[in-house]
């Protein structure tokens, strides 16, 4: 009989339609590859040296405010700017196609304090970060060089990033990127041939039935490891009903969505007590136009695989063949669901 | 004007269909994040304890034969198995589709010696691997659990590699994995709608006439960096003339095919002065079936950007956005372009 823990099989991810490769058989391989070096420091709550933090002078020279909640600045080694010339062009060569790409990028501190991440923040300071998000997004669609806004937060040196205060970006550009705009084709293929059905209103309604792959939920959200995982404990985080975009959620939504985040990065700050790396980020309808078949949703890609100093590389045949895993969603959901939301750090021993 | 060296443009990759960032100021950005450990190790020509080298034991026990050129042994931790139950599966759903993947998974060492890599071997040695190659994908297509061989090799502690001894991997499956399908599809399309020309045939001459983004070549293969280049310093190592798989290559072919492995591979080292991570890998024709359109072609994703130890990492907005490279690939290829193929261990002062 087929076993879904133990044979070979690939899922179809229907958001980015493409195929992941899954070997639960793989666990028991020895590791003998590169550690990571884990983030178990103890950083003080205000660091001198950090370009961040409150008052001090960031990287381009000025100095940082004061500030005591959320702080947004544009980055200084931004990726597209506003300002730059046209390129006249008619893409008629079928080879080499290019095209000029304008936009803003922001950098936005979570908290004033170098010490915490969500994982460790309260409800109310993440519905800041929440609140600054939309507010955001929708001075964005002001702008004429932005069509879409990309939220982002890259945690851990594992994931790239150089400077532990907690924060995020918005990298904001005149073209939709290639993955969002791959879903939003999903989705809007999904509704066409669905009566406009919702493929995630449906896919987060299946979920709460099937429950094996449910990590946790409150009233508005439930979080999953989708059926289609790539990352060892990918997870995905859905409104329960209809929602495009940030500026339509509901304070009760943007409450519960601060809920959801700071229980879901606790748990994985718990899952190898250590500061959990990852990349998360918002998927959301583009600033103008209509996306009313767009559902908000939150992807975390975290690296690690078996500990604290263990990922996964998704290399050789992940970047030449298809993307390989070496559990089930099923079985990263389990041990998701059975930690506790109280940090480790704070544990009553 | 717009100046490709000063502004923010998105390029496409006709063989993937999809898009690339290319923001060339951001190599002027401050790094201060995770450093790797540079391979400039001098490893003994065997190691006793590494279970590649010949006569050693293996990882499942069994003893490796006194081999004296390549040597192939199935994966031990394979992540496809030709053994394994069907999956009845009618596929009906659409949100949680599954199918079985069965197949095998193959290591080959490229040589006895523990301290050699492509980068440093003789062209006749690198010939015995691309012989290798060769049979096992003959080999393969014998087999009723395989449709599509994926050769690769993972190089380096910065891509997951595990063991320094230098080798490759095979994973065959009864399945077309995702990426060579995408760019099957896309071959196909352009033959379709081009009188039945090849793209890669047509590229590589663009590119043969461009120069610019050529590194070098020989009788029978162009390297370029291509135009959709993701990776820093990406490379597409492809044949002048029409070839589906390596069954179909003249024994001409095959010697220039080990010259250029061995050329680039020791430019890579020279690059940074170090032993160069990359993962590389070969797409060609599955094993059966109506392939003519298909273009054997190499694809070396190395991960290195500034130096030794400061790679780019494709996290953040390249998980959630799209890929963004910091460097144009003209200027990834002049730099490839000028350096030296004597490997820099063997430099005379
Ligand atoms: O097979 P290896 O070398 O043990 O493992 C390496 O290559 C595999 C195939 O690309 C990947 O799935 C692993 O994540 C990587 O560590
Ligand atoms: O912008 P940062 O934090 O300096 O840089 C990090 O995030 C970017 C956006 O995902 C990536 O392009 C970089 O490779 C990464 O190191």
Redesign the interface.
């Known amino acids: ?3 879904f823990n ?7 991810n ?1 958001l980015t339609r ?2 992941v ?1 899954c ?1 639960p ?2 666990t ?7 550690q990571e ?1 884990p983030d178990l420091e103890q950083r003080p709550s205000h660091d001198p040296k950090c370009y961040l933090c409150p008052n001090n002078q960031r ?1 381009n020279g000025e100095n940082n405010p004061d500030y005591t909640s959320t702080y947004i600045f544009p980055n200084d ?1 931004a ?3 506003s300002d ?5 062009n008619t893409n008629t060569d ?10 803003e990028c922001h950098v936005m501190c979570f908290s004033p304090r170098h010490d915490l991440t969500m994982a460790e923040m309260t409800n109310d300071e993440i519905h800041s970060v929440v609140n600054a998000w939309t507010e955001s997004y929708k001075a964005m669609a002001e702008k004429e060089c932005v069509s879409h806004v ?1 939220i ?3 945690k851990g ?7 532990p205060h907690p924060h995020g ?1 918005m ?1 904001c ?1 005149d ?1 939709i ?4 705009q791959t879903e939003l084709n999903s989705l809007k293929a ?1 509704a066409d041939s669905h009566d406009g059905a919702c ?1 995630l209103c ?2 987060a309604s ?1 979920e709460l039935a099937d429950k094996e792959r449910v990590v946790m939920e409150n009233d508005s959200y439930v979080c999953v490891v989708p ?1 289609w995982a790539v990352w060892p404990f990918e997870t995905l985080v859905l409104p329960k009903v209809h929602v495009s975009s940030l500026p339509q959620m509901t304070d009760e939504q943007k409450t519960d969505l601060a809920d959801i985040l700071r229980r879901m990065t606790c748990r994985y700050d718990n899952l190898f007590e250590c500061s959990f790396p990852y ?1 998360m ?1 918002i ?1 959301q309808a583009p600033v103008r136009g209509e996306f009313d078949y767009s559902h908000l949703h939150i ?1 975390f ?1 975290p690296p690690l695989l078996r500990s604290a100093t263990v990922r996964k ?1 998704l ?3 992940e ?6 895993r070496d559990l089930t969603p099923e079985q990263a959901a389990a041990r998701l669901r059975d930690l506790s939301e109280t940090h480790y750090k704070h544990k009553i021993e």
């Open positions: 009989m087929f076993d133990h044979h070979s099989h690939r899922r179809y229907p493409s195929w490769l070997s058989h793989r028991q391989r020895p590791w003998q590859g590169q070096g990287a080694f990726a597209v700017k730059q010339p046209t390129l006249d079928d080879l080499l196609q290019v095209e000029g790409v304008r936009g990309q982002f937060e890259n040196a594992a994931m790239g990033c150089s400077n970006q990298w550009t073209r990127p290639e993955e969002p999904y493929m449906n896919y299946r059926f990349s980020g998927h992807h890609y590389f290399v050789g045949f970047l030449l063949g298809e993307p390989q």
